[in-house]
């Protein structure tokens, strides 16, 4: 255990479909990531948040929303995904610019 | 921004031996590159780091080297065991702003009983 939950662990959802992923660590920390992994790719970074506030923003397309409401907790709304949107997304938390933690993942699959 | 690549995507080796995982870096401000283990069905884990004010650490079983000068670095298990076995990623950052890591496309080792 990292101290970074994610849930649900499985999504499948349809293209027309909303749902939230969500995040939340114990560790403390004030920064926060949402990372997406697809085959073969490299990890690749969707969203900062720190202290609250987004920090980053690596042109994600609008059909995925981040929320965060403090530092323990982040979201990532879902809705009017692609079937190429289907992935592993992490969640991943920091102490400032130190090491970051990951959760497990929600492998998501858009039908 | 920064490119990392890492090689290989996937290293065989038999159990007691020692396995290598290289990764390049484009960005010269980069100063910070972790390794993390990802086994299935769970997020990576950070396995060990390092800083560009040192050359080598070692942990245990694990050493990672850093050449700043040619801009790469390396992984290194010796005395490899099955539970070794999991897909390996290398990353830099340059510890500014937001932390950015950038990560390679990853290594899976298995180890052989």
């Known amino acids: 255990e990292t101290g970074v939950t994610q849930t649900p662990r499985h999504l499948v959802m349809g293209m027309t479909n909303k749902k939230s992923l969500k995040c939340e660590q114990h560790l403390g920390h004030n920064a926060m990531y949402w990372y997406k992994q697809s085959a073969k790719k490299p990890l690749e970074l969707m969203f900062v948040y720190n202290f609250k506030e987004q920090t980053e923003n690596n042109s994600v397309p609008s059909r995925f929303s981040p929320e965060c409401p403090n530092s323990s907790h982040l979201f990532l709304h879902l809705h009017t995904l692609q079937p190429e949107d289907s992935a592993l997304y992490l969640c991943?938390?920091?102490?400032?610019?130190?090491?970051?933690?990951f959760g497990p993942g929600t492998r998501l699959t858009v039908l | 921004g920064e490119n990392v690549e890492q090689h290989p995507s996937t290293l065989s080796v038999q159990e007691g031996d020692s396995a290598v995982i290289k990764c390049t870096y484009s960005?010269?401000?980069?100063?910070?590159f972790p390794w993390y283990k990802q086994e299935l069905g769970k997020g990576p884990q950070l396995i060990i780091d390092?800083?560009?004010?040192?050359g080598e650490k070692k942990d245990q079983r694990i050493a990672v080297t850093l050449n700043k000068t040619a801009k790469h670095f390396s992984l290194h298990i010796t005395e490899t065991q099955p539970e070794d076995s999991a897909v390996y990623f290398c990353?830099?950052?340059?510890?500014?702003?937001?932390?950015?890591?950038?990560f390679g496309t990853g290594t899976r080792l298995t180890v052989i009983p």
């Open positions: 990353a830099a950052s340059n510890n500014a702003g937001a932390n950015n890591l950038f």
């Open positions: 960005d010269s401000a980069s100063n910070y």
């Open positions: 991943a938390s920091s102490l400032s610019t130190d090491t970051q933690y």
């Open positions: 390092i800083r560009s004010n040192v």
